[in-house]
């Protein structure tokens, strides 16, 4: 069992940054990112596979958003910048224990944090 813990949520204003950090118990093939908002289902944002450090972003992200890992730390990281009122949600890390074959799809994921709120005001 891995458990994650997540960091770095809060309130910012539109255009800021914020890094989201995601610390886990345990190794594993790929971590990811994925968010849900209110009345909304959960979107997956961004994904690194943690043995070659291969990425994989959402469209609605890409450019904005970076996921890194520390190998050392078993954590892995999400930098969001030009943060947009629409970023508003609860973001949650997870984790995969084999490869994922669709990384987007969050029953490829088997450990999730406990997601953490991020507000950006317009």
Known sequence: QVQLVESGGGFVQ???SLRLS???SG???AMGWFRQAPGKE???LATITWGGGNTYYADSVKGRFT???DIANNTVYLQMNSLKAEDTAVYYCAAAGSY???YNYEWEYDYWGQGTQVTVSS
Do not use: D, N, Y
Request: hydrophobic share 30%; charged share 30%.
């Open 14 to 16: 539109a255009g800021g």
């Open 22 to 24: 995601c610390a886990a």
């Open 27 to 29: 190794r594993t093939s």
């Open 42 to 44: 959960r979107e997956f």
């Open 67 to 69: 996921i890194s890992r």
């Open 100 to 102: 994922p074959s669709r």
